[in-house]
Nanobody, 121 residues
Framework: QVQLVESGGGLVQAGGSLRLSCAAS????????MGWYCQAPGKQRELVAS???????NYADSVKGRFTISRDNAKNTVYLQMNSLKPEDTAVYYC???????????????WGQGTLVTVSS
């Protein structure tokens, strides 16, 4: 089975930085798009940033210029560098990936367990 394991969340002051990591494990043929989503209590999960297998990126307007998504295909890992953090960035951040497992012809959407980011004012 394929799993996404996230790390890097924590408590930071406004203006600080964090770097989230998400590593895919398991018998994987390929990974297409990967992304980061956030979800605050009582709110829907929202796309923060995504990156294609070719490296093209997309960002939510609220994080443009502050966050950077990247990936290391050799490590099956996606990162989210978060700079100039604001209290409104506080949320659980979830990693997402479209993964093709070994002996499987379809891509499967996989979610990480989430990592909490808390930004204090």
């Amino acid at each position: 089975q394929v799993q996404l394991v996230e790390s890097g969340g924590g408590l930071v002051q406004a203006g600080g930085s964090l770097r989230l990591s998400c590593a895919a494990s398991g018998r994987i043929i390929s990974i297409d798009a990967m992304g980061w989503y956030c979800q605050a209590p009582g709110k829907q999960r929202e796309l923060v940033a995504s990156i294609t297998s070719g490296g093209s990126t997309n960002y939510a307007d609220s994080v443009k210029g502050r966050f950077t998504i990247s990936r290391d295909n050799a490590k099956n890992t996606v990162y989210l560098q978060m700079n100039s953090l604001k209290p409104e960035d506080t949320a659980v951040y979830y990693c997402n990936a479209a993964v093709r497992p070994y002996f499987y012809q379809q891509y499967v959407e996989v979610w990480g367990q989430g990592t909490l980011v808390t930004v204090s004012s």
